[in-house]
């Protein structure tokens, strides 16, 4: 039985403290991004009056809950030395973790990123995976080093991406993988059976935080294009038309199909609005988006 220190966010933060308990390793402690996130005191209102998922699940698990401003910092480091953990994981984690942090724990200081790695490194790539088309992705445990997501890989395995599912479905589905693999990984740590493999830098992709400009929806594109890139952004952002220099929200959207009617209208044309409704020309198809 390994003692595991998990650190991360959200839904993949949870999932690696679950994998652990209900592999039979114990989780030491765990550092929620919320306190980087928050002042002490603002936290201290959070967790009574809107408690996240996150620290629903380390009280419901009895984790106990490492308060400290930074994973670099010397309160995290303190914190280290008294709970004394074999291996620190790492699961939806914005801060460059130092070389002395990472390098703390027996066996390493271990990511969990949720692509197949090299392939989109970097943020967000569950937007990036959908939003180029891509039908295949995965969760890649590796070592942290210097450079994001470019340590070594220890265990990794490939994840399906739906022609329907959003970012959001995406994540779920990952965090479900990353909680199924984790015993496996930390079995294997232990009694000394991981060989880890380089990555390949011939094919790695480095993807860039999502901007504004990355949530206006291009209808020069084809129906496909624009549904994957509709899909990508949900449910964290709010896709946006520009229609005659207007910026429309998608709440919802669906095609219609290109008659002989509309094949001559410029793209971006304005087909028909009502007050709920509208219809806009778009590569290959017409688009009805509900305002």
């Not at 910092?73 to 801060?95: A, H």
């Not at 392939?119 to 180029?132: E, K, L, S, V």
């Not at 959003?166 to 479900?176: M, N």
């Not at 990555?199 to 992709?205: C, M, P, Y």
């Amino acid at each position: 039985m390994l003692r595991v220190l998990v650190v991360g966010y959200d839904k993949m933060l949870s999932a690696l403290i679950s994998g652990c308990v209900y592999s039979g390793h114990k989780v030491v402690g765990a550092l929620r991004c919320d306190r980087v996130n928050y002042s002490k005191f603002t936290l201290f209102l959070k967790d009574i009056f809107a408690p996240s998922h996150d620290y629903s699940l380390i009280k419901a698990f009895g984790v106990y809950d490492i308060k400290a401003p930074s994973i670099n910092s010397k309160e995290f480091i303190k914190e280290f030395k008294k709970i004394k953990p074999d291996v620190i994981l790492v699961g939806s984690w914005g801060e460059k973790i130092s070389p002395k942090v990472a390098s703390l724990p027996k066996y390493g200081c271990i990511n969990c990123h949720p692509s197949l790695l090299p392939r989109h490194r970097g943020a967000n790539p569950y937007f990036w995976t959908i939003f180029m088309g891509e039908d295949l992705t995965g969760v890649s445990f590796h070592y942290v080093n210097e450079k994001f997501d470019r340590g070594d890989i220890l265990l990794q395995e490939a994840v399906t991406i739906d022609n329907d599912m959003t970012a959001g479905d995406l994540r779920d589905r990952c965090s479900k993988y990353a909680q199924g693999l984790v015993g496996e990984l930390l079995n294997k740590l232990e009694r000394g059976e991981i060989k880890a493999q380089r990555q390949d830098e011939s094919r790695a992709t480095y993807e860039k935080q999502i901007e504004f400009k990355d949530t206006l929806i291009d209808l020069r594109k084809t129906r496909k294009e624009i549904h994957n890139h509709i899909r990508a952004l949900r449910p964290w952002y709010m896709p946006i038309f520009r229609i005659n220099n207007r910026k429309i929200d998608i709440k919802n959207h669906r095609f219609l199909a290109l008659n002989d009617k509309y094949k001559d209208l410029k793209i971006g044309t304005k087909v028909f609005e009502n007050r709920k409704i509208i219809i806009v020309r778009a590569a290959d198809c017409l688009v009805e988006i509900t305002k």
